[in-house]
Nanobody
Framework: VVRLVESGGGSVQTGGSLRLSCEVS?????????TAWFRQAPGKEREGVGR???????TYPDSVKGRFTLSKDDSSRTVYLQMNSLLPEDTGVYYC???????????????????WGQGTQVTVSS
């Protein structure tokens, strides 16, 4: 069983920073991970905010590029999302996602990920 547990959400003012953590436990080989962060605002669809591929390559949508950074610590099996220069439109529930893809490329869609965390709320006030 693979389990993802997020932490680090909270409330900040515009321009502030937060770092979200996602601890991955269970039987999933670290080197074959695909991991990503998604967010969902009230009344909107879940959208990706960053992807971390097996080789360490990161991909971001234009909406967060230059402000958000993904990283991971393989020894602690933790994935991080550093969010800087936060805006009110960044408000939402943030989800960590992971999938085991030893032979396939990582994806950026929700359907590309089998395992999900419970979500953590991020609120940015103006």
């Amino acid at each position: 069983v693979v389990r993802l547990v997020e932490s680090g959400g909270g409330s900040v003012q515009t321009g502030g920073s937060l770092r979200l953590s996602c601890e991955v436990s269970g039987d999933m080989p670290v080197l074959s991970w695909c991991t990503a962060w998604f967010r969902q605002a009230p009344g909107k669809e879940r959208e990706g905010v960053g992807r971390l591929d097996k080789d360490g390559t990161t991909t971001y949508p234009d909406s967060v590029k230059g402000r958000f950074t993904l990283s991971k610590d393989d020894s602690s099996r933790t994935v991080y999302l550093q969010m800087n220069s936060l805006l009110p439109e960044d408000t939402g529930v943030y989800y960590c996602a992971a999938d085991y893809r030893p032979f396939r490329r990582c994806g950026s869609e929700t359907s590309d990920y089998k395992f999900w965390g419970q979500g953590t709320q991020v609120t940015v006030s103006s």
